[in-house]
T-cell receptor, first 112, second 109 residues
Framework: NAGVTQTPKFQVLKTGQSMTLQCAQDMNHEYMSWYRQDPGMGLRLIHYSVGAGITDQGEVPNGYNVSRSTTEDFPLRLLSAAPSQTSVYFC???????????FGPGTRLTVT | RKEVEQDPGPFNVPEGATVAFNCTYSNSASQSFFWYRQDCRKEPKLLMSVYSSGNEDGRFTAQLNRASQYISLLIRDSKLSDSATYLCVARTGANNLFFGTGTRLTVIP
């Protein structure tokens, strides 16, 4: 199993550009989540999904969209990048709400 | 107020030392608790869950005090490979995992 994969590993955007961060898992996990990690802030939940076709907002959803058309994939879209979105983004998945969460390797995003 | 608070450290300890980290959580409805380990520029990985009665995994012992709303992690006989950032996590509800900012540990030869 590859586990949770994320692409790209690094990305630099200009303010106003849009892009999609990709996330995929091959463990047949129902739950998938996107987090951002900033110095002094810890990991914060952006959006999550409890199954294909079901998504919901987390703690910091503004400026991001998600969709879950398949169990495997959970892309995160930045609609109009802002410098405040400079961060490290982690995708995660787990079997159910109580189980261990597996993280992808992260995407380091810089918005200039 | 943050949901989960940790002392950011850094903790610099010699090999073989015992070190303890504490963490407090603000929501008394939190149901599950975990310690994750994060190496520099890597993703977090589960170290251990924390059970009400306390639990041990080798050199690591985790404890939960619901009355005081704090969680602790004790590392005995520290190894160089224990150097990392340790994240305290509390789960509230179906999908609300709240992460602390992490405590950085450096084990010195």
């Amino acid at each position: 199993n590859a586990g949770v994969t994320q692409t790209p590993k690094f990305q630099v955007l200009k303010t106003g550009q849009s892009m999609t961060l990709q996330c995929a898992q091959d463990m047949n996990h129902e739950y998938m989540s996107w987090y951002r990690q900033d110095p002094g802030m810890g990991l914060r939940l952006i959006h999550y999904s409890v199954g294909a076709g079901i998504t919901d907002q987390g703690e910091v959803p503004n400026g991001y969209n998600v969709s879950r058309s398949t169990t495997e994939d959970f892309p995160l879209r930045l609609l109009s990048a802002a410098p405040s979105q400079t961060s490290v983004y982690f995708c995660a998945s787990r079997t159910d709400r109580a189980s261990e969460q597996y993280f992808g390797p992260g995407t380091r995003l810089t918005v200039t | 107020r943050k949901e989960v608070e940790q002392d950011p450290g850094p903790f610099n300890v010699p090999e073989g030392a015992t070190v303890a980290f504490n963490c407090t959580y603000s929501n008394s409805a939190s149901q599950s608790f975990f310690w994750y380990r994060q190496d520099c520029r890597k993703e977090p990985k589960l170290l251990m869950s924390v059970y009400s009665s306390g639990n041990e995994d080798g050199r690591f012992t985790a404890q939960l005090n619901r009355a005081s709303q704090y969680i602790s992690l004790l590392i005995r006989d520290s190894k160089l490979s224990d150097s990392a950032t340790y994240l305290c996590v509390a789960r509230t509800g179906a999908n609300n995992l709240f992460f602390g900012t992490g405590t950085r540990l450096t084990v010195i030869p």
